[in-house]
């Protein structure tokens, strides 16, 4: 939906006119390589797409906020006086996680209309959620007229992630939408450089295909808890032999003089997060000087180590790049997100896309699920659109 189809929504469904409405977009993000590592403080791989979140917001004279969605045709609402999570509220908890922000920064809270329109796939790892949180903030941000800079902005906005949703790891999310730009990758460096970089893609040759597997997440967060608690038995071991700021600092081998202090199980957590840093490197540099092979080779083997240490893949993904790699002229594919179902992205040539997605019909078959696929481009950044 564009920003005239969602300002026309909005009006109508709240009776006002077109010019007292604040409508911010802001992408989806698609992981490229190293989400996992979040757990070690370091560097993660990532774009903003051209699946983005639209949201409308206009004053109201009372002290209701009330919330729509337009294309499910869904109501919310809550009190000025009780913006808290609930349960039941599912999306509309994270404009009001937004709206905490502000109430935090001694704004005056008052009644607001809110109108929500999204084209990212929900639960398959494009953070629609954070992106719904931070355009929900860009329209405040306007809409209160507070003097407060970007980064002091998704600092704030992470921190309640925790208050609102016992989550630590939307910072590097917010990150990426704010500075994506098109035909761009953003690198993000928690720990070295606090900053990010913004790398030239040359994607002239490839489109970008995600596949959404359509594998249900059951017992996916009690899962990726048992895998940060081995990263931090790891990384605890690790610093009584050297003492150090994150897993980037270690190296595969400083693994192997505690083979027998480590869980199998710590052990290959915390080889796929050093390996994961060396491969995030040397597909930068070979981003730098063009040399594709090594691009394609470091993206194969960051899904091969998702599945085999960190394990976080499952059949299903697992099939999905396989097929892809089976494909004259790749460039890479993986998993991206979280892991245990969700989707896959394939870096395929133009003329080789139908290939690919003409086995999702065997897909079906063997599997049980009916996939979807689209094609995604780099996008610009989070902004105000009105």
Known sequence: MNTTDIAAVHSKEYDITDERIIIAQAPGRLNFMGEHCKYGSGQYLSMGINRVVNVALSARTDNTIKFFTAETNEHKRAAVSNIRYKREDRWANHIKMAICVFAEKNCNIRGMNWTI???IPQNIGLAAARAIELAAALALRRFFNISINDNELIEHLSALQNEFFGKHDALADYLV???TRKDNLILVDEAHTGGVQKLKLPLSKYKII??????????????LRARQADLEKGFELLCKKRPA?????FIGSDLLDLMSALTEDARRRSMHVIKEHERIDEFCEALRTGDTPVMSRTIFHSHESLRDLYEVTCPELDWLVKRAQEIPGVLGARMAG???????????PPDRV??????MDDYERIFG????????????????LK
């Open 117 to 119: 329109s999204s084209s």
């Open 177 to 179: 939408m704010m500075n």
């Open 210 to 223: 995600i596949v959404d597997s359509k594998v249900p997440f059951i017992g996916v967060e009690s899962e």
């Open 245 to 249: 700021q994150c897993f980037r600092d």
């Open 338 to 348: 979280k892991g245990f179902g969700g989707c896959v992205y394939a870096l395929l």
């Open 354 to 359: 139908n290939e690919y997605l003409a086995k």
């Open 369 to 384: 699920f009916h996939p979807v696929y689209f094609e995604v481009s780099p996008a610009a950044q989070a902004r105000i």
